[in-house]
């Protein structure tokens, strides 16, 4: 009786809010549906308490974003005491589901910026490494770039498993990952530079919108690794990716620009503009009328 008493609390609290609708026919969603408007930044103490009391009832009932949240929560102790093993029990299952704010946070975990500990860390380490195992994306991604980059005394670095793991992301278009694996490929990691698949793997992130890939195609074309060398290419390149507020682009472009004629210039200006229109963005007008160097975003 009073856990019906409760349920109706939660769902009058959200009426009364406004902003209550429900988003599913599973009791899971009802569930969660009616405790997220109770948790908000702005809530009062008592109905956070109420919102993560049903929040943890959805999440036991399978409701990925009310797993990932509650293990959130648990693991900074903002409204419940903090507890990280728990935490990343219920980070782990929402990270098998392919839950991304779940993986980044096990993955936060794991490098200790939450006050974890040793033993924390490597549970966290494991349970990221167990979703990516268990067919998560998302969580391989994370795991990919933590043996990329290494996680002191978690995890040394590994290319090898990075390029394992940033491979199984990329084929399901995390274009970060292939990005990466392009520059694996490109710096010899796996034991010989492949220019080649360096270079198509920056194609298909950089044609995706990833901003440091297009910087990459960009040095690409202009230094011929990959590909034949091309000026014009290598500009609209390091253009779209300065777009985006990429530094690296942005030198790039910046250092290399002032060398091309007007000719070229326009040229790379009409390739950017078009690339920008395919993916239905807007194209600034200096694109459209091959502006000078002078006039370039720097």
Partial sequence: MKMICFKFF???????????????????????????????????????????????????KGHTKAQSIV??????????????????????KAAISRDVFACRNLRVLSEGKTGADEEQRSQAWSALKAAADAGSPVAAAQVGEMFYFGCESIQPVDYHKAARYLEFASKNDDISSTNMLGMIYEQGFLGKA???????????????????????????????????????KAYQWFMLSSLQGEATGKNALGDFARGLSEVQRAEGNRLAAEYLDKQGKEVPDFLKSGAPAENLPL
Avoid: W
């Fill in 10 to 60: 939660a769902l009058f609290f959200c009426l009364c809010l406004g902003g209550y609708a429900f988003a599913g026919d599973s009791e899971a969603e009802e569930i969660y549906q009616a405790a997220k408007p109770m948790i908000g930044q702005e809530s009062p103490a008592t109905s956070k308490q109420l919102g993560i009391a049903l929040m943890r009832e959805a999440a036991e």
């Fill in 71 to 92: 293990g959130f929560q648990l693991a900074n102790g903002d409204i419940i005491p903090k507890d990280i093993p728990s935490a990343i029990i219920y980070l782990q």
């Fill in 194 to 232: 492949n220019p080649s698949l360096a270079f198509s793997c920056f194609q298909k992130a950089a044609e995706a919108g990833h901003a440091k890939a297009q910087a990459n195609l960009g040095f690409a074309y202009y230094g011929g690794k990959g590909t034949e060398r091309d000026l014009v």
